[in-house]
């Protein structure tokens, strides 16, 4: 009876050890996503920083206009709005919370600041991150 209780426990300890290093890369491969749309962002490469988000007729983005549906629409709107480095600056996040919603999803909740020679915006974000076919998507995005 002792082995099996032993047993169970390392089998347990284990299974614990594992998803907590899974979990820490989910959110290191998260981080990295916005890291890499800070940079395109920054360059006024919209395109660039919408590889950050699912290629899908489903994606929601909710702003100061509302809710838009679609990566082409998200695109559009964005390229409307900043259509030069002046107007998309400098982007930087902020980043209070990654916490797990289910298997392959999390969310993220921070603070975005942008530094622009039109006047610098700041607001707050949550977005909603998936892993779709081996990468991590934005699927979801409420920005203010």
């Given at each position: 009876m002792k082995h099996l209780i032993f047993i169970l426990s390392v089998v347990l300890?284990?299974?614990?050890?594992?998803?907590?290093?899974?979990?820490?890369?989910?959110?290191?491969?998260?981080?990295?996503?916005?890291?890499?749309?800070?940079?395109?962002?920054?360059?006024?490469?919209?395109?660039?920083f919408m590889q950050g988000y699912w290629k899908s007729d489903s994606l929601k983005f909710y702003g100061s206009r509302g809710l838009t549906k679609g990566w082409q629409q998200t695109l559009e709107n964005y390229k409307k709005g900043y259509p030069t480095k002046d107007y998309s600056g400098t982007l930087n996040f902020e980043v209070d919370d990654i916490s797990q919603i289910e298997n392959n999803s999390y969310w993220v909740m921070g603070r975005y600041i942008l530094?622009?020679?039109?006047?610098?915006?700041?607001?707050?974000?949550?977005?909603?991150?998936?892993?779709?076919?081996?990468?991590?998507?934005?699927?979801?995005?409420m920005s203010s």
């Open positions: 300890f284990t299974s614990c050890a594992v998803q907590k290093t899974s979990m820490q890369q989910d959110k290191t491969a998260i981080l990295k996503v916005m890291k890499d749309q800070e940079k395109a962002w920054s360059q006024n490469d919209l395109q660039g530094k622009r020679k039109v006047g610098d915006a700041n607001g707050n974000f949550m977005i909603i991150f998936k892993k779709i076919d081996g990468e991590w998507k934005i699927v979801a995005d």
